[in-house]
């Protein structure tokens, strides 16, 4: 495979002046085609880079006008020629226009290298036929059997680039969820076995999909890295979607789409572990059960899949641990044979190993003095773990090795003895480095409702645990719940007691559970307990989806549609005979999120006025057509069916939804200092945001009430410190309120407020 050359072209295209040397000469070109475009064209056949750049997937691609015929490959200078050709052509086009071509030349580079090969390979010979694989291999390079797969065989393309993708999580560890599940007999299964077409309606039943799903099992072989494996790929619809679409005439339409999503799974039967990547924490466990119960025929409602998270903090202030005392057993020593910490980024390590007739805290301390690196480490990577035991009632002595790596991988699911394995579990929960999952009871979740929106309504999703204990959150049960994971503790933290201002440095304390600040000048800033400064990061997913399901005995209509991260469509409820829309909002303090999602809303004003439970104390009253109703301030007692007074969102609902629908005269009503709502009769209410747009319409307001509704501009814009109106909104803000809410007035310089005409005579 000829892949020496893409670097140098990467490099050239960072120049100025971007030259191509094609046979002897170069061809100048503009900056606007892609490295990976001009990989393909330089490395591919022709007549299959032709066939990749001609193609149009739909009819947003203009047509570049590339050449219709392609000489013969063999003649070396007429396909030098149709490659100048080529770059001639898309250079007269932006980068903007060359988009598609440069994501689809960069999907079928990461599959024409490294581990992208054998990926590719590996499913061709799964899915092809003898003829089709024939042809396949008689591609004379990787990059031209990518090509020509990509172009002949589109399914089995996407089921490598998966696969590829999939093999990239496991090597370096970052699949999303890893769930173990407790057999109570082994069961033979591989990609034939797994009835693809039950497992795909029950995924559909299960997540409640509009459209039906597709599922494909492959088997993974084993590597050096990673036992044999089982791969399954769940492709389906997302939730409805909608963006706008502006048209080579200027006029702008809508475009409804389903945005396609995929979920992919790894069962690796040694482990009895089950390895899921998905954008969403629900749909992870929901898809994981659901293999287990389909796949492996387990019973999830007597014994749900569990999964368990490793903190290793407690190594930082020493490698020694203690002789647990546990039930049946006589532990003689237990000692850390291996200790691995990063520096600064993954590539870097510095790993420590002895015997277990060494300690490893005494070895580190001499070799590596005092201070070492372990005990300032940010994070360990991997610890060895030997354990020297007896059962009660026999002699014979016995040695258990864990090895942890990471915060999620332990060696124990691999352990074939059950007896075994449940005395390592014990082992390491007995050390506080183990935490298993375990749901929360909704009855708890209900308890600490007010908190979880309080957590989802943060703008910085880490949260330290001082600010949770004072929520009176525990978060040992949130981490145990999947709500929350551990961090590194905090470096630094403000002083302001004693008189002592400024930043303090944490370190470690000789002092048990507790560390030591030194301020900025080596003062002593005195110890703090050290679980108030351990850091946590917030699951976003998962609280929003335990968010979601509290609120769900709300509805009568349940239709759960993610806009954004800040906004979702919960469903409908029923107010009289109407079906009221129900959304959830966060972060309606901000003035750029408020401005985001009133546009966002009054483009969805079909549905009618609706109800926005909104997670901030602070927010607008209005938000499109839609009421806005404070969450914490109409919370059910404990112990009521709705966790939301369904009667209070009733009296909200009633009482604004005549301003709603635009009320009886044009008016600004404020609901602070920074925020407003305008109201025009027949129009939905647009919700203002800072003193700039509020003065603004405050001023066309009035004079409009007055009978002159035409404002001169310096008359309208005294004060801001603005010359235009336009000034105050953001582009596409003002885009959707130009001609809606104001317009021109009749004279040059003038504006006014933009009414129904029915209204104005």
């Known amino acids: 495979m000829r892949t020496a050359m893409l670097p140098a072209i990467i490099d050239c295209e960072s120049s100025n002046q971007l030259g191509l040397m094609i046979g002897g000469r170069v061809s100048r070109k503009a900056n606007s085609i892609g490295r990976f475009a001009l990989g393909v064209i330089e490395d591919a056949k022709i007549d299959l880079l032709s066939s990749l750049l001609v193609l149009r997937e739909n009819d947003s691609e203009p047509d570049f006008g590339l050449p219709d015929e392609v000489p013969d490959p063999a003649n070396f200078d007429a396909a030098t020629d149709f490659r100048k050709q080529l770059i001639d052509a898309l250079s007269l086009f932006d980068s903007d226009d060359l988009r598609p071509i440069e994501q689809r030349c960069r999907r079928v580079w990461s599959l024409a290298d490294g581990k992208g090969i054998s990926s590719l390979d590996t499913i061709a010979e799964k899915q092809f036929e003898d003829d089709v694989l024939l042809e396949f291999r008689n591609q004379p390079d990787p990059l031209c059997r990518s090509i020509w797969s990509y172009m002949k065989a589109r399914r089995a393309f996407e089921d490598a680039e998966s696969f590829y993708y999939a093999r990239q999580f496991r090597d370096y560890g970052k699949m999303y969820d890893a769930f173990e599940v407790e057999l109570e007999k082994a069961v033979a299964v591989d990609a034939a076995s797994i009835d693809e077409g039950a497992l795909a309606t029950q995924i559909t039943r299960v997540l409640e999909l509009k459209t039906a799903c597709t599922v494909k099992a492959l088997d993974l072989p084993a590597t050096t890295s990673h036992p044999a494996s089982i791969m399954l790929i769940v492709r389906h619809g997302g939730p409805l979607s909608s963006v706008y679409d502006h048209k080579a005439d200027g006029r702008r339409g809508t475009i409804y789409f389903r945005p396609p999503n995929e979920a992919t799974l790894i069962y690796t039967p040694s482990n009895r572990q089950i390895e899921v990547c998905a954008d969403s924490a629900v749909v992870r466990q929901q898809i994981s059960s659901t293999f287990a119960e389909v796949a492996l025929g387990h019973d999830v409602s007597r014994k749900p899949l569990t999964w368990k998270r490793y903190n290793l903090s407690r190594f930082r202030t020493g490698l020694s641990l203690p002789i647990p005392s546990i039930t049946g057993y006589d532990i003689r020593l237990a000692r850390v044979l291996e200790a691995e910490v990063r520096l600064g980024s993954w590539s870097r390590k510095l790993s420590l190993k002895v015997s277990i007739d060494d300690d490893i805290e005494e070895v580190a301390n001499r070799y590596l003095k005092p201070n070492n690196v372990f005990k300032r480490a940010e994070g360990f990577s991997r610890i060895g773990i030997a354990v020297a035991y007896s059962k009660d009632g026999d002699a014979r002595e016995r040695t258990l090795n864990i090895t942890i790596t990471g915060g999620k991988s332990c060696?124990?699911?691999?352990?074939?003895?059950?007896?075994?394995?449940?005395?390592?579990?014990?082992?390491?929960?007995?050390?506080?480095?183990?935490?298993?999952?375990?749901?929360?009871?909704?009855?708890?979740?209900?308890?600490i409702f007010s908190q979880l929106v309080e957590l989802y309504d943060r703008v910085d999703e880490q949260v330290s645990g001082s600010r949770l204990q004072e929520m009176g959150l525990d978060p040992s049960r949130l981490i145990e719940g999947g709500l929350l994971e551990r961090r590194e503790r905090q470096d630094v933290i403000l002083g302001d007691d004693d008189g002592l201002d400024g930043e303090f440095r944490v370190q470690p304390s000789a002092t048990l559970a507790m560390v030591r600040t030194v301020g900025p000048f080596g003062e002593d800033g005195g110890t703090r307990p050290a679980p108030d400064v351990q850091m946590y990061v917030i699951n976003k997913d998962w609280l929003h989806e335990t968010i979601l399901r509290l609120l769900k005995p709300l509805l009568n209509k349940r239709a759960s549609e993610v806009f954004?991260?800040?906004?979702?469509?919960?469903?409908?409820?029923?107010?009289?005979?109407?079906?009221?829309?129900?959304?959830?909002?966060?972060?309606?303090?901000?003035?750029?999120?408020?401005?985001?999602?009133?546009?966002?809303?009054?483009?969805?004003?079909?549905?009618?006025?609706?109800?926005?439970?909104?997670?901030?104390?602070?927010?607008?009253?209005?938000?499109?057509?839609?009421?806005?109703?404070?969450?914490?301030?109409?919370?059910?007692?404990?112990?009521?069916?709705?966790?939301?007074?369904?009667?209070?969102?009733?009296?909200?609902?009633?009482?604004?939804?005549?301003?709603?629908?635009?009320?009886?005269?044009p008016q600004v009503l404020r609901s602070g200092t920074q925020s407003a709502t305008l109201h025009i009769p027949g129009k939905d209410p647009l919700t203002l945001t800072g003193a700039e747009q509020i003065k603004i319409f405050e001023r066309l307001v009035s004079a409009h009430n007055a009978g002159s509704p035409d404002v001169q501009v310096k008359v309208l814009m005294e004060g801001p410190g603005t010359r235009s109106p336009q000034n105050a909104f953001r582009k596409e803000a003002w885009n959707s309120i130009l001609d809606v809410y104001i317009s021109k007035g009749a004279k040059r310089g003038y504006w006014r407020l933009a009414v129904n005409v029915t209204e104005t005579t």
């Open 411 to 447: 060696n124990l699911q691999s352990n074939k003895d059950p007896e075994e394995r449940s005395f390592g579990y014990a082992l390491l929960d007995s050390w506080g480095i183990m935490t298993a999952f375990r749901q929360i009871e909704n009855g708890d979740l209900r308890s």
């Open 564 to 665: 954004e991260d800040d906004l979702t469509l919960l469903g409908a409820m029923q107010i009289d005979a109407a079906e009221v829309p129900l959304y959830f909002a966060r972060r309606l303090d901000d003035l750029k999120t408020i401005s985001r999602l009133d546009v966002a809303l009054r483009a969805r004003n079909s549905t009618g006025v609706g109800i926005v439970l909104c997670a901030s104390p602070e927010m607008p009253a209005y938000l499109g057509p839609n009421v806005v109703v404070p969450i914490l301030s109409n919370l059910s007692p404990i112990g009521e069916e709705f966790v939301i007074a369904h009667d209070g969102l009733e009296l909200a609902y009633r009482n604004n939804l005549s301003l709603a629908r635009g009320g009886a005269i």
